[in-house]
């Protein structure tokens, strides 16, 4: 009769053998140690000092003082002090607490164990990082996810029950709704936005059957109005813009706006309208100087409003608003192109955008800045 078992070697109790407890003990401090195998660490070559009876260990590399040539065994402290080790066998499998993960011996080596998962089929839930609840049966946790094709392409459907539910993206900021597109509560598609997940505003609305576009919220729309011409320079180079009398298309600009480091603004100048809630994006185009005693330019932009629904028949009716501002724009080489950043500021009441030159130069006569400029600006439908 053999006198170990095949597979663990657990002592068999011999025939007529004394003290038969002894073997019977052992047989169970083996099993002890292997049913149910989780361990501390696996990378510990030496025994640590903090360990407490019944403490598991997959020794690391050859092993080193108690544990001396003890490599990949199972290391166990009895209740009397004493190191006792299983030696390994291969396809054995260990959880290792300090790092939640499975490890498996194959002969060589303890490594993580990997699951091969080729059908997943009516699972309650999936949480990859992350973990999934009765809501969100799948979670993900992870800077990116890939959806890619098996074939030519790739379609994420979406499927909802009836017409009156919810099929839908939504975007978060802190698990908080911020914009949401789908089919919600018809089969029409909708994006909507909030500022705080509670409060929405539905900015786009397509009919199911027709196609055709709805803003509820409103839209706007791109557009460009011109805002340059023939500047007239004078001799003491006071500040210049669009005539009070003729306007823009007149190409003629008034010189009354003073000689102060800033224009001398009143009611009666005249730019590009520009109704309530435009929002102004750029000034941008070509300028250049007639003559070379003209050698650049100073610009102040303007938005200049009145009252609600009453005429401007005063420097007190009026409302203005510095928006822009650039120094020393080169002018004497010929054409210079230029773009000024109007900061997407949004005008309050109708009104116009009025843009101010300041010559910069010893003029001993009249000269002119040409100036081929264009006002980029969004504005509703």
Not at 7 to 31: C, D, M, R, Y
Not at 64 to 69: D, I, N, T
Not at 342 to 362: C, H, K, N, Y
Not at 376 to 381: E, K, R
Request: charged fraction near 15%; aromatic fraction near 8%; hydrophobic fraction near 40%.
């Amino acid at each position: 009769m053999s006198e170990t078992s095949l597979s663990l070697g657990l002592p068999f109790i011999q025939p007529a053998q004394a003290q038969k407890h002894v073997t019977h003990n052992e047989a169970i401090q083996t099993l002890d140690t292997l049913v149910q195998l989780s361990v501390r660490n696996h990378t510990d070559s030496t025994p640590p000092g903090d360990a407490v009876s019944g403490d598991h260990f997959l020794v690391a590399g050859p092993g080193s003082g108690a544990w001396a040539g003890q490599g990949n065994a199972i290391a166990v402290l009895d209740a009397g002090g004493a190191w006792r080790f299983v030696p390994a066998q291969a396809g054995w499998v260990a959880y290792v607490r300090d790092i939640g993960q499975q490890l498996v011996f194959d002969g060589t080596e303890w490594a993580v164990l990997e699951t091969d998962i080729t059908t997943l089929q009516n699972a309650d839930f999936v949480g990859v990082g992350t973990t999934a609840d009765a809501t969100n049966r799948l979670a993900v946790a992870s800077e990116a996810s890939l959806l890619t094709h098996a074939g030519a392409g790739h379609q994420l459907k979406i499927n909802k029950a009836t017409a009156g539910d919810t099929a839908s993206l939504l975007f978060q900021n802190g698990f908080s709704g911020r914009a949401e597109m789908g089919t919600a509560g018809s089969d029409d598609f909708e994006i909507k936005t909030s500022a705080d997940g509670a409060t929405w505003n539905t900015a786009a609305i397509f009919d199911a059957a027709t196609g055709r576009a709805r803003f509820p919220a409103g839209a706007q729309t791109g557009r460009r109005v011109d805002v340059g011409g023939r500047f007239q320079c004078e001799t003491d180079n006071r500040w210049i813009t669009f005539s009070s009398i003729y306007g823009v298309q007149s190409q003629t600009h008034a010189t009354g706006a003073g000689t102060d480091p800033n224009p001398n603004v009143n009611h009666n100048h005249m730019g590009a309208y520009v109704p309530q809630g435009t929002v102004l994006g750029r000034i941008s185009g070509f300028m250049r100087g007639s003559n070379a005693q003209v050698t650049g330019c100073d610009i102040q932009v303007y938005v200049q409003t009145g009252p609600v629904g009453a005429p401007w028949l005063t420097d007190g009716d009026i409302s203005r608003t510095l928006v822009a501002q650039i120094n020393g724009v080169d002018v004497q080489d010929g054409y210079q192109k230029i773009e000024i950043d109007l900061g997407q500021t949004v005008v309050p009441e109708d009104g116009f955008v009025l843009i101010f030159m300041r010559p910069i130069g010893a003029l001993t006569s009249v000269r002119y800045i040409y100036a081929a400029l264009a006002v980029d600006y969004l504005t509703a439908d």
